[in-house]
C-alpha cells in the first residue's frame, strides 16, 4: 500500500514538474497598426500645418511689399518737401541785389539740402520789376542771380553745381503795376536742373 501511495505521489511530482517546469515562451504585445481614422487625423494635421506655413510666408511677403511701397511713398513725399525748400524764392528791395536777413534763412535751408544732395545742381534766374530799361533790369537780374550764388558758394556749396541767368523784366509772376505786384517780381528762382530724383533732407 505504502508503494502505491509513492508511486502515486511521484506520479503527480512529476506531472506538477512537467506542467510548471518547462521553459516559459515569453509574451509578445502585438504592434498597434494605425487604424484609417489616425491616419486621416495624422494627413489633416501634416496639410494643416504646411497652410499655416504658406500663410505665414505670403503675410510675411505682404508685409515686405507694404514697408516697401511705405518707403517709397515716405521717400516721395520728403523728395517733394525738399525739392519745394529748394525752389522756394527769394526777394529783393527795389534795384537792390543784396540778400535781406528774412531770405538768408531761406538760402540757409537751401546750403543744407545742396550739402545733403551732392549731386543736385542748381540754375539761380534773377528777375526785376517792369521799371528801367531791358539792359538795365537785365543787368540787375544777374547781380541778383550771382549774389543768391554767393552766398550758397561762402557757406560751403561748389560753386561749379550752381549756374546763373537773368531775365530781367521779361518773366513778372505778376502783371499788375503797383508795388504788390512789383514786390513779387523782383527776385530769384531756383530750379534743380540735375540730380533731382530723390532729394534727401539735411
Known sequence: ????????????????????????????????????????????????????ADRAREEAERLAQQRTADSLAALGHTSEAVRAMLAALIHFDYDKSNIRSGDASTLDQKVGILQANPDARIRIAGHCDERGSDEYNLALGNRRATSSKQYLVSHGVDASRIETISYGEERPLDPGHNEEAWAKNRRAEFDVVSGGDALRQP
Open 1 to 52: 500500500m505504502k508503494r502505491v501511495l509513492l508511486v502515486l505521489l511521484a506520479g503527480v511530482v512529476a506531472t506538477t514538474v512537467v506542467a510548471c517546469g518547462g521553459k516559459k515562451e515569453a509574451a509578445t504585445t502585438p504592434t498597434p497598426q494605425p487604424n484609417a481614422d489616425s491616419l486621416a487625423a495624422a494627413e489633416k494635421a501634416r496639410k494643416d500645418s504646411m497652410d499655416e
